[in-house]
């Protein structure tokens, strides 16, 4: 069971990117990233009185580091998914767990840890490399004069989603319930979108367009819900990967919403980025349970 609501979750992700990439024609990414913390921020209040969960918190500072870097992934992420391919961009952000095993690598280099000696991580080091040559290969095909800064933004929206996942983990570990944590997040990012919108101006609200804008915070919102049940009874390897099915469901939309056409050496690398993020994951788990996935 916990493994359908992953599924279901990675549905609601990719399905929530399908709508982002039709609002990019009405809307800057700032204004997408505000809505959907705005819709998202409202509906967790509700939840969060109904379930009688406190929004109160000991610990602000680590909820202002998760919104700050969680914001800053969203909102590169939200502006890759307009300029590129929908499968390309869920498979950049999804990078993370690569992100996080490079970020791992770093700090055995650096400390040298007692009974972990760099030797010893060089399956999560080949695993690194794999997710970087198959970053090269998914973009070199994608990449036109105008989206080869989309996807460098893709690429850090992956870099801020592991900083992000890796708060989050710190934050359940001081006790702080789920409905909580996504409601700061939401609220942040309202916040910052609202800061961007001030310097980049804000669009017309022109109808149907507009109505783009209540499905992403809802299927956000229930995308993070399935994903929360998917856990509940303790993480699983097998529902900490069957994250990267949300990949598949991305390329599936692509090509038959919008028509989007990946050369074979775009699959071969976006296989290769799934393989090295299973591999990592596992690799990961043998010193410390699997961080929990979070749409950023």
């Known amino acids: 069971m916990q493994a359908l609501w992953m599924l279901l979750a990675s ?72 300029l590129l391919p929908l499968a390309t961009a869920m498979t950049l952000n999804y990078m993370s767990s690569v992100w996080i095993a490079t970020f791992l690598l770093g700090g055995a280099v650096l400390t040298q840890a007692r009974g972990s000696p760099v030797r010893e991580q060089a399956p999560l080091f080949f695993t690194v ?39 989050v983990a710190a934050l359940s570990k001081v006790g702080e319930p789920e409905s909580r944590t996504v409601f700061y997040f939401s609220l942040g990012s309202a916040l910052a979108g609202l800061l961007g919108m001030l310097f980049v101006g804000a669009s017309p609200w022109r109808w149907p367009g507009a109505l783009w804008l209540l499905p992403i915070g809802l299927l956000a919102v229930f995308g993070q819900l399935c994903l929360t049940r998917a856990y509940a009874q303790g993480a699983t390897m097998v529902v900490a990967n069957l994250q990267y ?19 074979l050496i775009g699959w071969v690398g976006m296989a290769l980025i799934v393989v090295s993020g299973i591999a990592a994951t596992v690799l990961r788990s043998r010193t410390v349970p699997p961080v929990p996935a979070e749409e950023p």
Not at 136 to 155: E, K, T
Not at 245 to 263: M, N
Request: charged fraction near 10%; include cysteine; glycine fraction near 12%.
């Open 129 to 167: 490399i794999a997710g970087f040559v198959g970053v090269g290969l998914m973009l070199r095909p994608s990449f036109h004069q105008d989206q080869a800064f989309a996807g460098l933004v893709g690429l850090l929206s992956g870099v801020f989603a592991a900083l992000a996942y890796l708060q």
């Open 11 to 82: 549905l609601f992700f990719a399905s929530m990117g399908v709508c982002i990439k039709f609002a990019a024609a009405h809307f800057n990414s700032f204004e997408t990233v505000f809505y959907r913390g705005l819709v998202g921020m409202a509906f967790l209040w509700g939840l969060s009185r109904w379930q009688g969960v406190s929004l109160a918190t000991r610990v602000p500072m680590m909820h202002a580091w998760r919104s700050l870097v969680g914001t800053i992934s969203l909102t590169a992420w939200f502006y890759a998914i307009a």
């Open 245 to 263: 099915s949300g990949i598949v469901f991305a390329a599936l939309f692509g090509i038959t919403v919008f028509g989007d056409r990946l050369p």
